[in-house]
């Protein structure tokens, strides 16, 4: 966090930062998986007018430009987060660590029991994905076979 800190990233829940946020996770996973979100933006809007209290975008800027953010999902005892994304600036000044840091203490804020840091899995559960797993972890969580 402290990286994030001194390289200007600032964490917000600005409504106007959603299509800037799908277009980084649209890239992200182009580049990386070669795949595109399960929803698109449009969806995703309908979504969360539709249940503003529990769908939540959080996402880094630098100099006011998106360069990191996750969807968060909240139900009665979890906040999940899906869509975790980053680009490489992002990845540089550590934007998630931030983002993070700010989705715990807003699931502690909304008196969840629970943070889910969502699935760290392919093949339909069947291989693991170390580096997403690893990556998790570091927050302090642990996996859970479900």
């Known amino acids: 966090m402290k990286k ?12 106007n930062h959603v299509s800037p946020l799908w277009a980084v996770l649209e890239q992200n996973l182009a580049e990386k998986h070669d795949a595109t979100p399960t929803h698109s933006l449009s969806e995703r809007q309908y979504l969360h007018e ?41 990845r540089t000044v550590c934007a998630l660590d931030t983002i993070f840091h700010e ?13 889910s840091f969502g699935i760290c899995n392919e093949d339909n559960g069947r291989i693991l994905n170390d580096g997403l797993y690893r990556f998790k972890s570091e927050f302090g969580g642990a996996g859970v076979c479900a």
Not at 55 to 66: C, G, K, S
Not at 68 to 75: E, H, P, Q
């Open 103 to 115: 989705a715990i203490e807003l699931g502690l804020s909304l008196n969840c029991r629970y943070f």
């Open 4 to 15: 994030a800190s001194t390289s200007g990233v600032v964490v917000s829940r600005d409504p």
């Open 50 to 90: 539709a249940f503003p209290n529990n769908i939540y975008f959080l996402t880094a800027t630098v100099n006011d430009v998106v360069v990191a953010g996750v969807v968060l999902f909240r139900t009665a005892t979890v906040l999940h987060s899906q869509y975790i994304c980053s680009n490489d600036l992002g």
